[in-house]
């Protein structure tokens, strides 16, 4: 199994920054991609930013204000949330796809993180 740790949301004033951390551990043969989903109060979880192969992938509503990054030897994932918005408010979820030990012929399983409570609010 493939557990996922997250860490560093809050509350913050609008203009503030926040880092969120996900950490992956458990039988984990490879990842193939980390990353952010969030979801408001009334919304649907979107996706915030990913990344797969050293390569990222933002939404339009944060390009240029966040930024993902991601420590292989960790199997951490770090995402740096500069400019916040009171619209930036929500749960924030890790996801990672992942390939554990157990897994045959290469297969996939997505596991997701707990979450972890952004508010921006003065």
């Known amino acids: 199994q493939v557990q996922l740790v997250e860490s560093g949301g809050g509350l913050v004033q609008p203009g503030g920054s926040l880092r969120l951390s996900c950490a992956a551990s458990?039988?984990?043969?490879?990842?193939?991609?980390m990353g952010w989903y969030r979801q408001a109060p009334g919304k649907e979880r979107e996706l915030v930013a990913d990344i797969r192969s050293d390569t990222p992938n933002y939404s339009d509503s944060v390009k240029g204000r966040f930024a993902i990054s991601g420590d292989n030897a960790k199997n951490t994932v770090y995402l740096q949330m500069n400019s916040l918005k009171p619209e930036d408010t929500a749960v924030y979820y890790c996801?990672?796809?992942?390939?554990?030990?157990?897994?045959?012929?290469?297969?996939?399983?997505?596991?997701w993180g707990q979450g972890t409570q952004v508010t921006v609010s003065s």
């Open positions: 458990g039988t984990i043969r490879r990842i193939n991609a």
């Open positions: 996801r990672a796809i992942v390939q554990t030990l157990q897994s045959p012929g290469g297969i996939t399983y997505t596991y």
